[in-house]
């Protein structure tokens, strides 16, 4: 039985954010920030990461890990999410640590 996800996958490098009742933490390289894409668009995520599905649905999040075979079966250094908020957004990894990290990509793809 495959079980609804609160987003999509679109092309080879887009998550689209589709429940505003989960907010989604991304996580690509075990060394690269993790992301919150909630309702209101991306910020960091800082907190301890929930140890399995149930413990983060307790706390309204998914999990997505880029590099796992459901989503793009490896680290991605440049990203697209498309938040709730109605922009898309691009996450390029190379740039972490530099404010050019994470930068609106359209400001309205709707």
Do not use: C
């Amino acid at each position: 039985m495959s079980q609804e996800r609160a987003f999509i996958k679109s092309g080879r490098n887009t998550i689209i954010h589709k429940d505003k009742k989960l907010d989604l933490v991304i996580v690509n390289g075990d060394s690269d920030p993790r992301i919150k894409v909630t309702q209101h668009g991306l910020e960091p995520f800082k907190e301890e990461l929930p140890k399995n599905r149930r413990a983060a649905k307790e706390r309204y999040l998914e999990m997505v890990s880029i590099a796992s075979p459901d989503v793009f079966s490896e680290v991605k250094q440049l990203l697209f999410i498309q938040a709730l908020d109605g922009r898309e957004y691009k996450v390029d990894y190379s740039k972490k640590g530099t404010k050019l990290f994470v930068r609106v990509h359209q400001d309205s793809y709707l």
